[in-house]
């Protein structure tokens, strides 16, 4: 167990609908980050906060967003959803910046 | 493209038999970092070398790094079935914030 925790566990819904994905950080963790794995695309960095600011954006799609909220737990948002949406959404802590990541063990998206 | 590249995709090997994989990447590094997954499960990280470092070794772990190269090699040895598993290196790097990226990984496959 990593100590992160990812809600929920599945999700399935269908094209042009919104979802929200929650993470709780590892206690004492200020970072977060949120990764997409698909198939055929690999892991793919989606977007990192640290202590409640936004630190970096890799390829998100403008349709996707994400907090920290003041107790540290992260949601991300994903609207307008398409079938290509479909992956495992990983949610990983780490105490800083460049440290070792602690990964939840993801919430599974299925878009029908 | 991405920062780390893992070679081979594919490994499979016979239980007792030691298994290398190759990481290459781009940019300039503060260190890199090795992670476990599961199949459809979160990634679990192995070790960490920092980029003044060249050897680093970890239970039956055994990781290089070659900054002139930028490449790194990550060296199981006597592997067990129970490794079964894809591997990713993983380079955080700061550029207008801070990204890890994950290479496609090296997956794995120990037969008994």
């Known amino acids: 167990d990593s100590g992160v925790t990812q809600t929920p566990k599945h999700l399935i819904t269908a094209t042009g609908q919104r979802v929200t994905l929650r993470c709780s950080p590892r206690?004492?963790?200020?970072?977060v980050y949120w990764y997409q794995q698909s198939l055929d695309q690999g892991l793919q960095f989606l977007i990192h906060?640290?202590?409640?600011?936004?630190?970096a954006k890799g390829n998100i799609l403008e349709r996707f967003s994400a907090q920290q909220f003041p107790d540290l737990h992260s949601e991300l948002n994903l609207s307008s959803l398409e079938l290509g949406d479909s992956a495992l959404y990983f949610c990983?802590?780490?105490?800083?910046?460049?440290?070792?990541?602690?990964f939840g063990p993801g919430t599974r998206l299925t878009v029908l | 493209s991405q920062q780390g590249e893992e070679d081979p995709q594919a490994l499979s090997i016979q239980e007792g038999e030691n298994a290398t994989m190759n990481c290459s990447y781009k940019?300039?590094?503060?260190?890199l970092q090795w992670y476990r997954q599961n199949s459809g499960r979160g990634l679990v990280h192995l070790i960490l070398?920092?980029?003044?470092?060249r050897e680093k070794h970890s239970g039956r772990l055994r990781v290089t790094l070659d900054t002139s190269k930028k490449s790194s090699s990550l060296l199981i040895t006597a592997s067990r079935a129970a490794d079964t598993a894809s591997y990713f290196c993983?380079?955080?790097?700061?550029?207008?914030?801070?990204?890890?990226?994950f290479g496609a990984g090296t997956r794995l496959f120990v037969k008994a």
């Open positions: 990983a802590s780490s105490v800083e910046e460049g440290a070792p990541q602690y």
């Open positions: 206690s004492g963790d200020l970072s």
């Open positions: 906060y640290y202590n409640g600011e936004e630190r």
């Open positions: 940019t300039s590094i503060n260190n």
């Open positions: 070398i920092r980029s003044n470092e």
């Open positions: 993983a380079t955080p790097f700061h550029t207008g914030g801070f990204k890890t990226i």
